[in-house]
């Protein structure tokens, strides 16, 4: 039986995060950025007082790329969202988080498109009240996430078939393996200006925090093998940088997936990229497992495209990311020949198991459908506990992580959340003078510590009172 939830308030609050480099993606460059944290408050059906988390990062030109608008317009339209799902969710009569969540996630898309938003910028709002409601019920009945979708109990109602009606009759607990993912394999993000070797860093730009800082050096330091790289759309500039590339990663056995950012309207030119690589650096285009989305969202499923995307992904898979706006974005895409889709918890994580059990489905038909873990910068506590609880739920063995290349460790948590974190979670992290920084192992890192009733946050790691109220907060603090 599905738990009831009544959700009776809901709490904005804000947190400034400025990273310690430039983070350059598509065509934005991120140097600092807001953290939008929601506690949410509610009842259980059996009268339970319960209280859950969620938190994402505002980020500029993800959600939505449209030129004519500043980075300013990005945040007040996601804030817009969000405050639309809570109007809706704290309004709806007690129900299960599905059911909640697909009232809420309806209805806050009618509202954007009443502003003109695009659906996934739209939808975000909703994958927030989502997040906070499955933490609620999970501390409430007591159990951890990747238990709460193996019970038979169904505790969240979950319903495939109201997703995507091929899933009809599909239980959620076939969709996720019977123990969650004990570690997982760092994918490193090479930025568009990330240094590669220490000698790419100018005199000035030395941050001498502690922290690798280049390419060469992270790998060095904590054994990385996978790695996220990024290209601009200009075939010279990014022959030259994967050259360099190439020369830095090449030693480690590794594996590379390759992320056009919507640098593209037309695959030809793409193509003729992925033929040169292949030719110049047959090592590095061996080691590419799949590519991340290179054409413009406008244009990225549009059937005359469809030839070249199925011949691409015949031999590196192509998914779709910044075009999965809507719940049945990742099935248009497998018609036009994209192999996979990215689950990042800003987009959703009952449609990331629909698009699991999609793919898992369609690959029995013996073409194989990947779910891929990627991560516009989820950072410590909540953004990124809940990031991890759900990849290991789905059991991925790796995931892009670059948050804590951009931004220094807990650096920008109180002492008190830096000191829980560290109680808590002393195998995700490890003690770095003052702060704390991510643990990263040979390349891995640890989630054990993560398995905790809801979805991975300990109420001791966060501190709301440090932040600021959505009321109070300006977008000029930043």
Not at 345 to 370: M, P
């Amino acid at each position: 039986m599905s738990v009831t939830l009544r959700v009776s308030d809901i709490d904005f609050r804000m947190r400034n995060v400025r990273t310690r480099m430039p983070f350059r993606y598509g065509v934005a460059t991120l140097t600092s950025v807001p953290i939008l944290h929601i506690t949410l408050t509610g009842e259980l059906g059996n009268g339970t007082q319960v209280r859950g988390y969620s938190a994402d990062i505002l980020p500029p030109k993800w959600f939505d790329k449209d030129p004519a608008k500043q980075y300013q317009d990005n945040v007040e339209d996601l804030l817009f969202s969000a405050e639309s799902a809570a109007r809706v969710l704290t309004q709806t009569a007690p129900a299960s988080v599905f059911e909640l969540w697909r009232e809420t996630y309806d209805a806050t898309l009618s509202a954007g498109d009443g502003r003109g938003l695009n659906h996934l910028t739209a939808a975000h709002g909703s994958t927030l009240m989502e997040r906070a409601m499955i933490d609620a019920v999970g501390r409430g009945i007591g159990l951890p996430y990747h238990s709460m979708l193996r019970s038979a109990d169904n505790p969240l109602g979950i319903d495939l078939g109201q997703i995507l009606p091929s899933l009809k009759g599909m239980a959620i607990a076939d969709t996720v393996p019977s123990t969650p993912s004990a570690s997982v394999a760092i994918r490193h993000t090479v930025g568009l200006t990330d240094p590669i070797d220490d000698g790419d860093i100018a005199v000035e730009d030395w941050l001498s925090d502690g922290l690798p800082q280049s390419l060469r050096a992270y790998i060095d330091v904590q054994g990385l093998t996978h790695f996220k790289v990024k290209i601009q759309g200009d075939a010279e500039l990014d022959l030259e940088r994967l050259r360099q590339i190439s020369r830095v990663v090449e030693a480690t056995d590794c594996l590379i997936s390759l992320d056009g950012n919507e640098q593209y309207s037309d695959l030809e030119p793409f193509e003729s990229l992925l033929s040169r690589l292949a030719e110049d650096l047959p090592a590095f285009y061996k080691s590419i497992s799949y590519i991340e989305q290179p054409l413009e969202r406008s244009v990225a499923l549009e059937p005359q495209q469809a030839e070249r995307i199925r011949r691409i992904s015949e031999t590196k898979p192509m998914i779709v990311d910044e075009s999965d706006g809507d719940l049945e974005t990742f099935l248009q895409a497998i018609d036009v020949g994209y192999r996979g889709v990215s689950t990042k918890n800003c987009k959703g994580l009952f449609k990331a198991l629909a698009n699991a059990a999609l793919a898992q489905t369609r690959s029995r038909e013996g073409t194989v459908f990947l779910l891929t873990a990627e991560d516009l910068m989820n950072l410590p506590v909540v953004p990124l506990h809940q990031d991890l609880t759900h990849l290991a739920a789905l059991g991925l063995d790796h995931a892009e992580r670059n948050g804590h290349h951009y931004v220094r460790g807990l650096d920008h948590l109180t002492e008190s959340e830096r000191s829980a974190c560290l109680g808590a979670h002393n195998s995700l992290y490890k003690e770095d003078g003052a702060s704390a920084s991510l643990a990263v192992h040979e390349g891995r890192i640890d989630l054990n510590s993560l398995t905790i009733p809801g979805l991975g946050v300990d109420s001791d790691t966060v501190d709301t009172s440090s932040m600021i109220p959505l009321s109070d907060w300006h977008f000029d603090s930043l």
